[in-house]
């Protein structure tokens, strides 16, 4: 994942959503930044960079 700058957090991760981003191919994750690993991982609102960068990966709900 490249630098971003995501402040470092007390409460840990959501260890689903941590699954869930180690699983995603490498070439996806050397793309997301820290703020959005942080938004997707403390269940935050995703921005839409992180929705472009996951579009084939995400379901519709």
């Known amino acids: ?3 971003g700058h995501a402040k470092p957090r007390k409460e840990k ?3 689903r ?3 869930v981003l180690r699983s995603l191919p490498l070439e996806i994750k050397q793309q997301i930044t820290g703020e ?3 938004a997707f991982l403390y269940n935050e609102e995703l921005p ?3 929705l472009e ?3 084939d990966y995400l379901e519709d709900i």
């Open 13 to 15: 991760p959501d260890p």
């Open 36 to 38: 959005e690993a942080q």
């Open 17 to 19: 959503r941590m699954a």
């Open 1 to 3: 994942m490249k630098k």
């Open 48 to 50: 839409d960079s992180l």
């Open 53 to 55: 960068k996951l579009k």
